[in-house]
T-cell receptor, first 114, second 116 residues
């Protein structure tokens, strides 16, 4: 069974600090990796996607991927109270039906305190 | 442009009843996905459409669940003989291209189903 593991948290960081969110996955043939942000009562919103080993930066967000270690992370610099949400790690693996359904972790709850 | 829309936003039904949940994807998106999210969990894959056909329905929990997409756009998720364990938020997502691993899935607001 393909698994995506995240620490459920809550992860509490002070405003202005760096928040580090981690995710491991079990399927070695996984090709694409996504971070979604989900506010309470809302649907997931894409924050970052990463497909190759290394770092990918977009504004205050940096995604890091290490396929050898089957590990993906999300760094949020200068954290703001508005970043308080659940962050879902999603992994996209091919299947025999050519589908690319996302396999999600349970999410990490982030709380940024003023 | 308009995003993915889902109706109704909330549905309360009694155990044993039949329900239909509707998803209207982003215009031009070929692929459509249904997920189910229970409290405290990540979304769980149910079914994937590539055009009009269900390319992968391996996530449907049992034969009470069925989904259609007759014209390759709007999709309806149908649940027969609902059970209390079916209570969850049902999310629909669409993406531009089918069969492309880097394609981004955009989620609708979800339908919160409560089975009493």
């Amino acid at each position: 069974q393909k698994e995506v593991e995240q620490n459920s948290g809550p992860l509490s960081v002070p405003e202005g600090a760096i928040a580090s969110l981690n995710c491991t996955y079990s399927d070695r043939v996984s090709q694409s990796f996504f971070w979604y942000r989900q506010y309470s009562g809302k649907s997931p919103e894409l924050i970052m996607s990463i497909y190759s080993n290394g770092d990918k930066e977009d504004g205050r967000f940096t995604a890091q991927l290490n396929k050898a270690s089957q590990y993906v992370s999300l760094l949020i610099r200068d954290s703001q109270p508005s970043d308080s949400a659940t962050y879902l790690c999603a992994v996209n693996s091919p299947n025999s039906n050519s589908g690319y359904a996302l396999n999600f972790g349970k999410g990490t709850s982030l709380l940024v305190t003023p | 442009g308009a995003g993915v829309s889902q109706t109704p936003s909330n549905k309360v039904t009694e155990k044993g009843k039949y329900v239909e949940l509707r998803c209207d994807p982003i215009s031009g998106h070929t692929a459509l996905y249904w997920y189910r999210q229970s409290l405290g969990q990540g979304p769980e894959f149910l079914i994937y459409f590539q055009g009009t056909g269900a390319a992968d329905d391996s996530g449907l929990p049992n034969d009470r669940f069925f989904a259609v997409r007759p014209e390759g756009s709007v999709s309806t998720l149908k649940i027969q003989r609902t059970e209390r364990g079916d209570s969850a938020v049902y999310l629909c997502a669409s993406s531009l291209l089918a069969g492309v691993p880097t394609d981004t899935q955009y989620f609708g607001p979800g339908t919160r189903l409560t089975v009493l």
